[in-house]
């Protein structure tokens, strides 16, 4: 999998700094860069994104698997209590590497 991390460009806003954290429609966060980027993630992908390494590895996710109980933006990165009890911290970094949208996977 091509994860790249943004590099940071001196005089220029971290681009691996959140604005802004929201949700987007009923399933997925949103992360407002301070480079100006905008990236969605979908719960279930998030999920199965955690850097715990396991949740990667499961077949199936159920309901509660793949629904956040409480989302905090924190210094260090983004943490997600989710429904089942598990817990994900998000570096900041890493979550910028997890964007999908076209202009960081080189689509059109």
């Known amino acids: ?62 309901q509660a698997m793949g629904w956040p109980q409480e989302i905090k933006k924190a210094e260090t990165g983004l943490g997600v209590t989710w429904a089942d009890g598990h817990t994900s911290l998000y570096p900041y970094p890493a979550l910028r590497g997890l964007c999908r949208c076209a202009g960081c996977t080189g689509g059109h």
């Open 1 to 62: 999998m091509n994860r790249s991390i943004a590099l940071r460009v001196l005089g220029q806003p971290d681009p691996n700094a959140p604005k802004d954290v929201h949700l987007v429609g009923r399933y997925a966060i949103g992360v407002d860069w301070a480079d100006s980027h905008g990236s969605i993630y979908p719960f279930e992908r998030l999920r199965r994104d955690c850097p715990c390494g396991a949740c990667a590895t499961l077949e199936t996710l159920s």
